[in-house]
Nanobody
Framework: QVQVVESGGGLVQAGGSLRLACAASGRTFSTYAVGWFRQTPGKEREFVAAITWSGSRTRYVDSVQGRFTITRDRAKNTVYLQMNSLKPEDTAVYYC???????????????WGQGTQVTVSS
């Protein structure tokens, strides 16, 4: 069993930065791939980024490529999403999720956090 908890959200001006953290419990978390997703009211949840269990490979949605970076600290059981050059359209609730299958497809995640709000003002 894996549990994940997001933190680090907040209010930031356009052009600013935030770092989200996804802290996990469970001894097997290091064997899970982790993804970040976001959702705004009335819209479907959107894939943002993912990282393999080893940290050797990552994927990003085109709209955040070059601005967001996903990393993981295996010793701390934590995955980070560094968000730079934030835009108002990045405003959403951000969720992290974990799965054991490949990150090549943005589905199949088994464990989800409660989300953290990110608001980017113009």
């Amino acid at each position: 069993q894996v549990q994940v908890v997001e933190s680090g959200g907040g209010l930031v001006q356009a052009g600013g930065s935030l770092r989200l953290a996804c802290a996990a419990s469970g001894r097997t978390f290091s064997t899970y791939a982790v993804g970040w997703f976001r959702q705004t009211p009335g819209k479907e949840r959107e894939f943002v980024a993912a990282i393999t269990w080893s940290g050797s490979r990552t994927r990003y949605v085109d709209s955040v490529q070059g601005r967001f970076t996903i990393t993981r600290d295996r010793a701390k059981n934590t995955v980070y999403l560094q968000m730079n050059s934030l835009k108002p359209e990045d405003t959403a609730v951000y969720y992290c999720a974990a799965k054991r299958t490949a990150i090549d497809v943005p589905n199949g995640y088994d464990y989800w956090g409660q989300g953290t709000q990110v608001t980017v003002s113009s």
